[in-house]
């Protein structure tokens, strides 16, 4: 039986380059505490497999600086300002309910940039389906 840090080595050298690149967007940049966290990162490098890369950067981008340039980058805007906001509130990606939520919200607004859709909030905006399967999870 493989214990979970085998497990977590498996799936890191399985995935390595999509978690190179969620990550590596923001080598040299600023980041922002509760901002540029662990559970916004793992969306971008699931999509790492189904999306062009430019967009899925553009989104870190905005995540982090708040600035975007049209209403359809919104969605990464709403998101910044729910983990801005979650921050002042004690929302920790420490927390495993926590990082599950923002996780999921992450997810949501990633999907919805994506796909150039404008939300106003996120609020109760969850998925219970994984929106960015990684190939081995995907129906055959």
Known sequence: MLTDIQLMDRYYVRHRKAIEFAVGIYQGRQTVKGVTIA?????VARAYYSYDRDPLARFTEVVATGMSESKEEGAAVVLRNYLIAG???NLSARAGKDRNTIYKKAEVALNAFLKGETIQRLGQMTTEVELFPLPEERKK
């Open 87 to 89: 921050r002042d509130k």
């Open 39 to 43: 559970p916004v990162f793992a969306p």
